[in-house]
């Protein structure tokens, strides 16, 4: 029982599942210091093309820190972060999302004073075309494109039950409505690997349960590989593929949830050494 | 589509009020209902509220602060007023050379922005503010030295003293610190107000496209816009190159109205009494943009019976306008009104 997470020489003991054998994201090495604080270290990671893969960790342990090295708010001081294979050095947030990394944000961060529907259809600016004059001018290719802006926001909202709520304003909306705006945001700019940051944050169980649900869905729809940051366990063991564990800034385990489960590392870090009785 | 009607109803409303507000001005002077001195400020108001205007969508909707808009302003006003007394002979229309004018004015306001806006759009918050306020007085100190004059071999131009050597029959058309004099003033009330409608109609449908929404959400969150793939510097320089451009337009169609125009005119108090009327007519409303510098141009001049004190009432009728504006009582009253009047509305559609 190998998880994908864990580096796979060769393609034959990737599981039947994956229905591709080249992995979308590889973590070679990646490592970051602030000062002298090394916040993440010698941090190897490979996500296969439909995997849902789990980052988790005591807080404090550096998993925003990687979700904000693979998009490039931090730039990694060591390794090399492989995206479908090309090597997304030197490449900014901006391009790294135009490559196809997209992410949420642990404190929402969505654009409070623009409607719903707005917010989902500036994560399309990239796939837009027509230019500053046809907007301004409202020229075909901006009602062409405008139109199809809008069924395809609508589509993604109803995803998460939300096609109601497109005239709201995104910062008046509940926190949980919140969370799923940013992944409906985060998906309308095609994404190849979705990066979630604890997005079961806030949810009561049930809200939790149905959101498991649409992590399955929107990987089997897109067919994209997601990585989440989470804190609820049930969620984690639930749904997760492969799981990575870190704990100050170095990863101390890696598989599959049965493993990871068992693993004495990751109980440790999480609840201290046992003693003996 | 609710909201997007009730964009495009508050939007249309903006559009019939400035035309309401044309035709009842148009009527009064027809009718000689209209005092001189407030016929003499038609233009300048009209400027002041493309100016305005111009600056809400730096201010309010790109979200910085910039005190150097009378900067762009004076770049508009001299290479306006440059072009349209270069074409005094052969542009016989008076209208045609202002429109050529302002198209000038517009385009090297639009080019000053950009420059400017390579470095300053780099800095955010305060520092924005303070270099944008140096180009402003940078600008200033240009147009105080710049020496323009053309004959029939063409444009001149020297700085700091005039050694233009033009040829017989030439004309000196900026000269330094005396700035430009003997315009002719073709500036209509007419051309004013076309102004100020092809700068809603600009502001209005660049803010209600994917541009619009890419720079308000430069504006909420820069990650976040970054994350999902927002061209960050693309769009910041859109916006400030727009609001340059249409402030160019705004200073030759003010410079156009005056026979003579110097550099001072457009210094950094200018600047602030743009930023004024933004922030007093609200950010990212053009509406109240285009009343606070109809309003606060006319204020001025209607307080003039105060003479000596003129300055102080117009501060203390600031103060209060901005405490009753912020007032939260009377905030929510008008938001039950506003609910009242469209809950209204409401029913009438149902039934």
């Known amino acids: 029982m190998f998880s994908k997470l864990v580096p796979i020489p060769s393609g034959s003991m990737i599981p039947d599942r994956d229905i591709d054998k080249k992995p979308i994201l590889e973590c070679i090495g990646l490592g970051i210091t602030f000062g002298g604080l090394k916040a993440v270290e010698d941090f190897n990671l490979t996500i296969g093309r439909t995997e849902i893969a789990g980052l988790i960790g005591p807080n404090g342990a550096g998993k925003t820190t990687v979700f904000n090295l693979l998009t490039k708010v931090y730039q990694p001081t060591h390794g090399t972060i492989l995206l479908d294979g090309k090597d997304t050095h030197g490449m900014n947030t901006m391009q790294v999302n135009r490559a196809g990394i997209a992410r949420t944000f642990q404190n929402i961060r969505l654009f409070g004073d623009l409607s719903v529907e707005d917010n989902v259809k500036v994560g399309m600016d990239a796939q837009m075309h027509y230019n500053m004059w046809s907007g301004i001018f409202r020229l075909p290719g901006f009602r062409k494109e405008e139109k199809t802006a809008h069924e395809r926001a609508m589509e993604l909202l109803s995803i998460f039950d939300m096609q109601h709520l497109t005239n709201a304003k995104a910062g008046s909306l509940p926190y949980g409505a919140q969370r799923r705006l940013e992944i409906v945001r985060a998906l309308a700019t095609n994404p190849s690997l979705l990066l979630l940051d604890e997005p079961a944050a806030g949810m009561n ?57 068992s693993n004495p590392a990751v109980i440790e870090a999480y609840l201290g050494k046992q003693k003996e009785a | 589509m609710k909201k997007r009607t009730k964009t495009s ?102 080019l000053a922005g950009f420059l400017i806006g390579i470095p300053v759009l780099r800095l955010k918050g305060d520092y924005l503010a303070i270099v944008t306020l140096a180009f402003g007085e940078i600008i200033k100190s240009i147009f105080n030295n710049l020496y323009v004059g053309v004959d029939s071999h063409g444009f001149h131009f020297s ?130 943009s285009i009343v606070a510098a109809a309003a606060l141009t006319i204020l001025p001049e209607a307080l003039r019976q105060f003479s000596d004190y003129r300055m102080l009432v117009y501060a203390i009728v600031l103060i209060l306008v901005m405490l009753t504006t912020n007032n939260p ?5 008008l938001d039950r009104a506003k609910a009242a009047v469209t809950g209204k509305r409401h029913e009438k559609e149902a039934a």
């Open chain 1, 205 to 261: 169980p049930s809200e939790t349960a149905e959101l498991m649900e649409n992590i399955r869905k929107i990987r089997d729809t897109f067919q994209i590989a997601v990585l989440l940051i989470e804190h609820d366990m049930n969620l984690v063991m639930n749904i997760c593929e492969g799981i990575c564990v870190l704990n100050f800034g170095r990863v101390i385990a890696k598989g599959s949830p049965e493993d990871i489960q």
């Open chain 2, 159 to 288: 700085l700091l003293s005039d050694k233009t050597n033009l040829a017989e029959g030439g004309k000196l058309i900026i000269a330094g610190p005396m700035g430009i004099g003997g315009i002719q003033k073709i500036a209509t009330f007419t051309a004013g107000v076309l102004l100020v409608l092809v700068t809603l109609f600009v502001v209005f449908n660049l803010v209600n496209s994917r541009a619009g929404r890419a720079i308000m959400a430069i504006r909420d969150n820069r990650i976040a816009a970054e994350s999902v793939g927002i061209n960050v510097t693309k769009y910041k320089m859109m916006a400030f190159v727009v609001s340059a451009a249409l402030a160019g337009a705004a200073g030759t169609l003010f410079a156009m109205n005056y026979s003579t125009i110097v550099a001072n005119k457009f210094d950094f108090n200018t600047s602030i009494l743009v930023l004024v009327f933004v922030v007093l007519g609200g950010l990212g409303n053009m509406l109240g």
């Open chain 2, 9 to 110: 109803r508050r939007n249309a409303f903006t559009y019939a009020l400035v035309i309401l507000a044309f035709a009842i001005l148009q009527a009064m002077t027809a009718a000689g209902a209209i005092s001189s001195s407030l016929k003499g400020m038609l233009v300048p108001i009209c400027a002041y509220v493309v100016m305005a205007v111009s600056l809400n969508l730096t201010v309010g909707i790109l979200g910085e602060l910039s005190l150097g808009h009378a900067g762009f302003m004076s770049v508009g006003a001299f290479t306006g007023v440059t072009a349209a007394v270069a074409l005094q002979a052969s542009v016989p229309s008076a209208p045609l050379r202002l429109l050529i004018g302002m198209v000038v004015g517009a385009a090297f306001a639009a």
């Open chain 2, 329 to 333: 009582t009377l905030r929510s009253y």
